[in-house]
Nanobody, 122 residues
Framework: VQLQASGGGLVQTGESLRLSCVVSGFTDDHVAVAWFRQAPGKERIYVAG????????DYSDSVKGRFTISRDNTKNTMVLQMNSLKPEDTATYYC????????????????WGQGTLVTVSS
């Protein structure tokens, strides 16, 4: 099982970034995927999640209306489009996968990506 995240970088306040994550190796295609982030000195927190057929999507209040999560099952890829970025969005972003989406609410997952750093300057 492998998750490979990419797309982080340094941007200014108000700009956009697009994070991608390739998910491979699961024996069952029915996995939910999500993004978490961890700011320096803070705990890792849930950002957004999407179930296998994209019928259930949710966001943390801090990113709702600015971030959009999506997935393309034909390419085993999920994307986090981040718009109107703020300095408080600065963090390492992790993609995650789980057979049960409820696991994300407990900060857990069956597999984690390596993290990609997003830095938003003011």
């Amino acid at each position: 099982v492998q998750l490979q995240a990419s797309g982080g970088g340094l941007v200014q306040t108000g700009e956009s970034l697009r994070l991608s994550c390739v998910v491979s190796g699961f024996t069952d295609d029915h996995v939910a995927v999500a993004w978490f982030r961890q700011a320096p000195g803070k705990e890792r927190i849930y950002v957004a999640g999407i179930n296998q057929d994209s019928s259930r999507i949710d966001y943390s209040d801090s990113v709702k209306g600015r971030f959009t999560i999506s997935r393309d099952n034909t390419k085993n890829t999920m994307v986090l489009q981040m718009n109107s970025l703020k300095p408080e969005d600065t963090a390492t972003y992790y993609c995650a996968a789980a057979y049960a989406r409820v696991a994300f609410k407990g900060g857990k997952a069956d597999a984690w990506g390596q993290g990609t750093l997003v830095t938003v300057s003011s």
